[in-house]
Nanobody, 117 residues
Framework: QEQVVESGGGLVQPGGSLRLSCTAS????????LGWYRQAPGKQRELVAA???????NYLNHVKGRFTISRDNANNTVFLQMNNLKPEDTAVYYC???????????WGQGTQVTVSS
């Protein structure tokens, strides 16, 4: 069974930066679609950023120009670099790895990101 583990969350002041990391198991990591989602209290989980096996990316409009998703297939890791953080970015951030067309769809436990002065 796939295992996904996130790290890198924490408390940061508005305008600050954080880098989230996610390591996923699986020998086919290089062909997974990887995504970062977030869920704020009382809100639905939303897709923040995703990256395909070919390196194509897409972002939530509110984070475009501030967040960057990248992947390191050699180390089964996906990153989310978050710059110019805003209080509205406060949420639990979850990593997802999936292989379209299969039942491979794994979630991490989440990492808390809090943006506050």
């Amino acid at each position: 069974q796939e295992q996904v583990v996130e790290s890198g969350g924490g408390l940061v002041q508005p305008g600050g930066s954080l880098r989230l990391s996610c390591t996923a198991s699986g020998s086919m990591f290089s062909i997974y679609v990887l995504g970062w989602y977030r869920q704020a209290p009382g809100k639905q989980r939303e897709l923040v950023a995703a990256i395909t096996d070919a390196g194509y990316t897409n972002y939530l409009n509110h984070v475009k120009g501030r967040f960057t998703i990248s992947r390191d297939n050699a180390n089964n890791t996906v990153f989310l670099q978050m710059n110019n953080l805003k209080p509205e970015d406060t949420a639990v951030y979850y990593c997802n790895s999936r292989l379209p067309g299969t039942n491979v769809n794994a979630w991490g436990q989440g990492t808390q990101v809090t943006v506050s002065s």
